[in-house]
């Protein structure tokens, strides 16, 4: 026998399927509410640990950065006492003032080189040691996040274990029951569901009243959803209403609306007025 067409149901049908998704797409919330915040706080704390891992290979680089600059200024200053012994050495070979100079000019020259790279060598070396301080405090601050990640995610796996069979066998429900409804009414639902604080797209009519927003709804248009004659929905909250006997909700007798008791009595004896009392007739003499 060939599938129907979802879109040949009659509305009475579309409901039905309508709120079976919604049933089971509740319980599937549900399941997942009982994962709490963790999903969220294992996500915060894997973006944190990327993010501090990134700050650690940054540091790194810095210190190498530093620790050869520290490597080249060392190699430039034997440079410097190598060219300063060599022009000291040339100082007893001078033939004129002029050559002793020069020779002279050359070896203060070097010797500031000497200075100049011992201040750059000292200043590295300080930052050095405060880039392996920061170092050593990002690596501790992630290593502790990366304790309560690992304490995170084996409570999550734990809570996840419990209700991944579950939830697996109603999500293949409710991808059997979006077959069995017209794609552009599924879609509209959808989005509503997704507008919705609560999660839910349709709600059948509880005293009198949206499910959902909980506004009244008139008695004329009361009468329009028992007849499942066409889709209606809430006018203020724009969710689909379903008749709660077609839903196949039961609704408590104590939900009827109480009847309100008259007070006939109280007016009536306020309306009587008091009768005189009788006179007794003369006697007769």
């Keep these: ?7 040949d149901l009659p509305v009475e049908d579309k409901l039905k399927n309508l709120f079976m998704l919604q049933t089971t797409l509740s319980s599937i919330d549900e399941k997942r509410a009982l994962r709490g915040e963790l999903p969220l706080e294992v996500q915060d704390l894997e973006d944190e640990i990327e993010g501090l891992n990134t700050r650690i290979e940054k540091i790194k680089n810095e210190i190498d950065e530093f620790q050869n600059a520290v490597v080249i200024k060392k190699g430039e200053i034997e440079t410097a006492k190598a060219s300063v012994e060599r022009y000291q050495s040339q100082l007893n070979e001078v033939k004129n003032n002029r050559e002793y100079d020069m020779l002279s ?10 200075e100049l790279c011992n201040k750059k ?3 590295a070396s300080a ?6 301080e920061d170092l050593n405090r990002a690596t501790e601050q992630m290593e502790d996040r990366q304790q309560n990640l690992n304490e995170k995610k084996s409570e999550l796996d734990e809570i ?5 069979e579950e939830e697996d066998r109603l999500k293949e429900k409710a991808k059997e029951l979006e077959t069995k409804i017209e794609p552009r009414l599924l879609t509209s639902f959808k989005r509503i569901r997704k507008n919705a604080r609560n999660g839910l797209g349709i709600v059948y009519v509880q005293r009198d009243a949206c499910g959902g927003c909980f506004n009244k709804i008139p008695p004329q248009r009361q009468l329009d959803i028992k007849m499942h004659k066409k889709i209606i929905v809430c006018e203020y909250c724009g969710r689909i209403m379903i008749d709660p006997e077609l839903a196949g909700v039961k609704i408590a ?3 009827e609306k109480p009847k309100r008791k008259r007070a006939i009595r109280k007016t009536v004896k ?7 009392p009788a ?5 007769e003499e």
Excluded: H
């Design 160 to 164: 996840m274990q419990e209700t991944r």
């Design 1 to 7: 026998m060939a599938k129907k067409d979802p879109k």
């Design 270 to 276: 306020k309306a009587e007025e008091p009768v005189a």
């Design 105 to 114: 000019k050359e070896i203060e020259y070097q010797t500031l080189e000497i």
């Design 127 to 132: 930052r050095i040691e405060e880039k392996t």
């Design 279 to 283: 006179v007794p007739e003369a006697a």
């Design 121 to 123: 060598i000292r200043e």
């Design 253 to 255: 007798s104590n939900e």
